[in-house]
């Protein structure tokens, strides 16, 4: 299974994209982790990111796609399956992406949109704020990588709605709710990768289900 995500910040990608990696026993590749694990060591790529990631504005397309292209090959080898977290983040890198994956022979099955409006976003990055201690979670560099996403990431979901490709999720729910609806849906479109081409596909719109469904234990 390969899935990749597009959700604002706050939205739950970290988590969700641990529940998928375990469920489909794939690798997670999470941009963001991987910059501040890099700035946390201090590596060189670490030292030309961290003014970026500090003030919640994007790193140059080609050090995030250069460092992707490896964790990517990675997943080759080990299998072919993974969920990718933080890219694409503009319609540049998901075109690059789709390039990056065409030559390795794994382009996407999934692409998994996750909803939440700004306030509540704001809300749980200002409650994460103050168990974790990222350098990006204070309340003016939130505001502006919520504006970012708006203005160059959400673009793109039109995008994979067009290859066939798109599950939209509405992620203002409770985790675990929300965590089973993702999973229900990717394993509907597991059943339909191996027999059915991406262009006579269909979009899954799970957005106006409302909390009911959530509530279903199964
Ligand atoms: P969030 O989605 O909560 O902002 P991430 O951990 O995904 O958190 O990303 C943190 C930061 O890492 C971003 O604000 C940005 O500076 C950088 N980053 C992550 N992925 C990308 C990407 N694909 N392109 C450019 N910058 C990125």
Known sequence: MRVLMIAPPGAGKGTQGALIAAH?????????????????????LGRAVRRHLDRGELVPDQIVLDMVTEAMIAAK???????????????????QLYQIGRELDMTADVALHLQAGD??????LLARAVLEHRSDDTEDVIARRLALYHE?????????????ILVSVDAMRPAEQVGR????????????VDHVPPEARRAIDLTSLGVAFGEVRG
């Open 152 to 164: 160059v990431t959400a673009p793109i979901v039109d995008w994979y709605g067009e290859r066939g």
């Open 119 to 124: 306030d509540e976003l704001m809300r749980r």
């Open 181 to 192: 609806e993702i999973l229900a849906a990717l394993e509907v479109m597991r059943a339909l």
């Open 24 to 44: 489909f026993d794939i690798p997670h590749i999470a941009t963001g982790e991987l910059l501040r694990h890099h700035v946390a060591r201090d590596t060189e």
């Open 77 to 95: 080898a080990a299998g072919g399956g993974y969920v990718l977290d933080g890219i694409p983040r503009n319609l540049s890198q998901a075109r």
